[in-house]
C-alpha cells in the first residue's frame, strides 16, 4: 500500500505553496515560510512574549538563531553571540558557558581575550579532564602560538571519546604551522 503525500510543512502560511520540484542547490529565492524566515520569526515571538525577563533559554535561542541565520562561518554574527554568552554567563554562570563564550571571542576575532578568559576566567579543574577545553584554547592560541596550541590539540586528541572528534582535531593539530 503506498504511502499519501505528507502534508505541508508550514500550513499555516496562506501564500505557501510547495514546489514542483526542488529547488536547484544553487538558487537563494525566498520562499515564504524558509527555515530561516521561521527561525527568525520563532525568534521574535519568543522574545516579545517573554516579558522583561531574559532567561537562559532567551540566551540559547538567540545564539542559536544567529547560527541559523547565518549562511555561512563568515556571515554568522559573532558580536551578537559574545553579547549573548556575556549575558548568559551573567544569568547562569558554569565552566561550560565560559568555554563557549571563548570559542565565539576566538570566532570573532578576539582570540587575545578568549585567551585570558580561559586562563583566567574560567573553573579550569572542572574542565581538565573535557576534551572540548583544550580544543577551545587551541583555537585561540592556533594564530598566536603554534606550540601552545599543537600541545592543547594533543591532550584534546587523547581526550576525545569519539573517533570523529579526533579526526578533527587531527585535522585542525596538522593545519598548524611546523615549528623549528
Known amino acids: ?25 544553487t538558487s537563494t529565492a525566498p520562499r515564504c515560510c524558509s527555515p530561516i524566515r521561521t527561525v527568525a520569526y520563532g525568534t521574535r515571538h519568543s522574545f516579545t512574549k ?12 538567540g545564539i ?7 549562511l555561512t562561518f563568515a556571515q554568522t ?11 548568559f554567563a551573567t544569568i547562569a554562570p558554569s565552566p561550560l558557558v565560559t568555554l563557549n563564550h571563548a570559542v565565539a ?6 582570540a587575545a ?18 576534551h572540548r577545553y583544550h580544543a577551545a584554547r587551541a583555537y585561540a592560541w592556533h594564530d598566536h602560538d603554534p606550540a601552545i596550541a599543537r600541545a592543547a590539540y594533543q591532550r584534546a586528541v587523547a581526550l576525545a571519546p569519539l573517533p570523529a572528534e579526533r579526526e578533527a ?9 611546523q615549528t623549528p
Open 50 to 61: 517573554a516579558g522583561d525577563t531574559l532567561t537562559r533559554y532567551h540566551c540559547e535561542a
Open 77 to 87: 554574527d559573532w558580536p551578537q553571540i559574545i553579547r549573548l554568552y556575556r549575558q
Open 113 to 130: 581575550t578568549a585567551r585570558q578568559l580561559l586562563d583566567e576566567g574560567i573553573d579550569r579543574q572542572a574542565l581538565a579532564a573535557h
Open 169 to 177: 582535531l587531527l585535522r585542525r593539530l596538522d593545519s598548524l604551522p
Open 1 to 25: 500500500m503506498a504511502r499519501p503525500p505528507p502534508p505541508p510543512r508550514w500550513p499555516h502560511c496562506s501564500v505557501f505553496t510547495p514546489p514542483a520540484s526542488p529547488p536547484a542547490p
Open 64 to 70: 542559536a538563531a544567529c547560527h541559523c541565520l547565518a
Open 105 to 110: 571571542l576566538t570566532a570573532g576575532g578576539q
